[in-house]
Each structure stands twice: as structure tokens, then as C-alpha cells.
């Protein structure tokens, strides 16, 4: 397993609960060092999704600790942790449907000031999903959910993170579709950004990752290569399909 020096993300002992009281998540730990892609693997409904939610901000720790970049960033607002380098692709992809792509794409950057910047930044999100570009001023409802989830990612990107968080990408679409998206996400890592995925689809996040963490009932019940885990027989019965 390839090895990584600097931790970006530390998560500590996360303790979630709704309305302070039902524990969604269970003194979880995780990290992900810079460049290393990670992935989160888990049922429907373990907690995977409000572990995002509580890095960049969204949901509050009933106990736990955050760290991101040697900072310790729980208890910051979401758009001071986006400023960070945390920027978070969520589920269902949460896009301004009456927003034409580029104003998406703008929306993406609203932390920015740097207008040059953020128009350069736009024409390679064209150069890299090339639909976008054809497309740019129709409305986002009125794109396919493939393309919806391309707008998504690079909606993600024009904040420029160093970590980009992301929640089940592979959600309702097709087969070819998932493999675009799967080559998507593992050029942005390849070209250094850290990369965290949440899925219910374990076998594009064991292809993906380095690392990964199985989490069941809020809890990490395995951890460790990505490879090595998705040879773990419980793991290849429970999750994979494999007999």
C-alpha cells in the first residue's frame, strides 16, 4: 500500500446524535492523508452521509474532534470550513435546478473574490466535462442525471479544495455512467486532490480507494487497504456477492 506522509483530515472519536439523543454515529475515527483517496463503505443508513455532513459543517458533534489541515475546524460554519479546503458533493447532488450550469458553476465559487480566477477556473471545468460546455446555458433540471452529476463535481471543484467530500455518486445511474464518473474522481485524485467517498456501491469504492472503512449500526467494524479488505470473505459474502 502506497504510503502518505501528511495527515489533512483527522476525525476523533465522532459521537452523532440526533436531537441530542438517538446516537447516530459511535466514537468513530478515520483520517485521510493529502492525495490519498479514502472511501467510506456501509448499508443504507450506518451514518455514512451524516459523517459528511459533520466535516463540512453541516451537522453538529455531540463529542468528537475535526481536524483538517492542522486545524481543529468543528464548530466552524460551512462556508469557513469550504474556505478551508473542504468541499463537500452531496447526496442527491443538491444543484439550483432553475440555475442555468454556468450560474451552478458560479455558485460553486461564491467563497472566491478572484473574478479572473473563477473565469479561468469555469472554462476548465468546460475543457473537462466538455457536455457542460455545450450546455451551459440551459437550466440544470433540464440536463440528464448523468450530466447532473458531472455539474455537481465540477460545482465542487471551483472552490479549489484540497479535500473534496463526496456522497454516493454513483446513485441511479448507469453502468457506463458510473464508470465515467469513476475515472473522473480518480484523475482529480491522480492530479493530487484528496479525495473521501461515501457509497453503498463497495465495489467501485474498494476499485477506488486506498484505504477504506466499513462501518456498520454508526461504528467502523474493519478498516485498512482497500485491496486487502475486499478479499475479507465477510466482506466479499455481505457486500460484494460473493459466495
Known amino acids: 500500500m502506497k504510503q502518505y506522509d501528511k495527515v489533512l483530515l483527522s476525525c476523533k472519536n465522532l459521537d452523532i446524535r440526533r436531537d441530542g439523543i438517538v446516537r447516530i454515529v459511535r466514537e468513530i475515527s478515520l483520517d485521510v492523508h493529502e492525495g490519498e483517496f479514502v472511501s467510506i ?12 455532513k459533520a466535516i463540512s459543517g453541516i451537522r453538529k458533534l455531540h463529542s468528537g474532534e475535526i481536524w483538517f489541515d492542522g486545524e481543529r475546524i468543528d464548530g466552524l460554519e460551512p462556508h469557513a470550513i469550504l474556505k478551508k479546503g473542504v468541499s463537500h458533493c452531496p447526496e442527491g447532488r443538491l444543484l439550483f435546478p432553475q ?18 480566477g473563477i473565469k479561468e477556473d469555469i472554462g476548465k471545468m468546460y475543457e473537462r466535462f466538455p457536455v457542460l460546455g455545450r450546455k451551459r446555458h440551459q437550466h440544470a433540471r433540464q440536463i440528464s442525471g448523468a450530466q447532473q452529476m458531472l455539474l455537481a463535481i ?26 465515467d464518473v469513476a475515472d473522473i474522481l480518480q484523475s482529480l485524485n491522480e492530479e493530487g486532490l484528496a479525495v473521501l467517498l461515501v457509497g453503498q456501491n463497495a465495489r467501485l469504492c474498494f476499485k477506488l480507494a486506498n484505504r477504506a472503512y466499513l462501518i456498520e449500526m454508526g461504528q467502523v467494524v474493519l478498516k485498512g487497504d482497500a485491496k486487502a479488505m475486499a478479499s475479507n470473505p465477510k466482506v466479499q459474502n455481505t457486500y460484494l456477492g460473493v459466495d
Do not use: C, H, W, Y
Open 41 to 52: 463503505i456501509g448499508s443504507n443508513g450506518t451514518g455514512k452521509s451524516t459523517i459528511l
Open 99 to 116: 440555475m442555468t450550469i454556468e450560474d451552478n458553476l458560479k455558485m460553486g465559487a461564491f467563497i472566491r473574490k478572484d473574478d479572473s
Open 154 to 179: 465540477a460545482r465542487s471543484l471551483m472552490s479549489r479544495p484540497k479535500l473534496l467530500l463526496i456522497d454516493e455518486p454513483s446513485q441511479g445511474l448507469s453502468p457506463l455512467v458510473i464508470k
